[in-house]
């Protein structure tokens, strides 16, 4: 950065009311923006992008890191304009206002230079609540470029084919958010970080056990006859080999598909092979193993997140003594620097007590 530009984005910064603001940029003052970063594109050492008004230049090849990343894959250029006064484009969005009101899908730019989008009505809250949804937003030539989120969950689209860049397409974002309808607290207890928080430790934990949302069913064919427990007085109707591990958490064993099946009124004991055809099932599967049991853990994956005993517990939850108390510490730092990953992308800190 230049001796000018720096003295330029000094002087942007501001502090109203002991909050750091951040004074929008001139045209005069800003370069103009490069194209919106994609987490779909390749970037080699050279190209540059644009997010939430800075351009940044790639230092070697990058494709799904978001700028400004933590491997230090990105350059950060400065701020930037797309030709309206406003950094990233041309966000014509009026300056958020306390104590007015913003009905459903009102844009604001808040005093940090983002933008928000309230998901509810807003009587005039501040936009950092649970009333608002943050993307971040970054301006193209009509407005953000990243659409809020379906059903007002946490994670949006853009944001789930960044943390899943090489996912099959079994797994759609459209079958895990209607499968939200199943567990309404997944996701929406405590506040926003918390929420958020919850979010990431389910999709890391979810990265881990399928290779990124790669494999639909367990790999190992070898270990299929082993889920049936005969000493169920239900059996095993769909057969021996049927109950192997599917979906998200991978659930396996005749009695889980029995309990998850009668969670969910669903009928996978006699028909296991709905969570391999049916991507809303298979994410309901998942989620209420986090939402429900406990596992090897003493308590489940939801409350481990929302009651702050922490990402570790979540870990025992899934896989016990398997991993935990020293059993596998590489697989769990695998699931720790995910949720460190996954957290980062969704804008919030990982908490305490990470490992198990």
Excluded at 62 to 91: F, H, K
Excluded at 154 to 173: A, C, D, I, K, L
Excluded at 328 to 337: I, K, L
Aim: charged share 10%; glycine share 14%.
């Amino acid at each position: 950065m230049s001796r000018l530009r720096a003295v330029l984005v000094a002087l942007a910064m501001v502090v109203a009311g002991g909050v750091a603001a951040i004074i929008p940029a001139t045209a005069a003052s800003a370069a103009a923006c490069s194209a919106a970063w994609q987490a779909s594109t390749v970037y080699w050492g050279g190209n540059q992008a644009s997010r939430n008004g800075r351009n940044y230049q790639a230092k070697w090849w990058t494709q799904g890191e978001a700028p400004p990343g933590t491997t230090g894959v990105w350059q950060d250029l400065g701020a930037c304009d797309g030709g309206s006064g406003n950094p990233g484009g041309s966000c014509n969005y009026p300056n958020w206002a306390a104590g007015t009101f913003y009905a459903t899908g009102a844009i604001v730019r808040y005093t940090n230079g983002l933008y928000y989008i309230a998901e509810h009505d807003n009587p005039g809250y501040d936009p950092i609540i649970s009333t608002w949804y943050w993307e971040p937003y970054t301006c193209g030539g009509g407005g953000p470029t990243n659409p809020p989120p379906t059903g007002g969950f946490v994670v949006s689209e853009s944001q789930f084919n960044q943390m899943f860049p090489g996912r099959n397409s079994f797994y759609t974002y459209s079958g895990l958010v209607a499968a939200l309808s199943a567990y309404p607290a997944f996701a929406k207890s405590g506040s926003t970080t918390v929420q958020r928080q919850e979010a990431a430790a389910f999709l890391a934990n979810v990265h881990h056990e399928t290779g990124g949302l790669v494999y639909i069913v367990e790999q190992n064919t070898a270990n299929y006859p082993h889920y049936c427990d005969p000493n169920q007085s239900y059996g095993c109707p769909a057969g021996q080999a049927a109950y192997y591990g599917r979906g998200p958490i991978q659930l396996s064993w005749n009695f889980n598909y029995n309990a998850a099946g009668n969670a969910l009124g669903l009928p996978l004991l006699t028909n296991p092979w709905l969570v391999q055809t049916d991507a809303a099932v298979a994410w309901k599967t998942g989620l209420w193993y986090w939402m429900t049991q406990n596992g090897p853990g003493t308590m489940t994956a939801h409350n481990a997140m929302v009651n702050g005993a922490g990402f570790g517990q979540t870990i025992r939850s899934i896989n016990g003594s398997i991993e935990c108390n020293g059993g596998n510490p590489a697989q769990v730092q695998s699931r720790v620097t995910r949720y460190q990953q996954f957290v980062g992308i969704l804008g919030v800190g990982a908490g305490n007590n990470l490992y198990c």
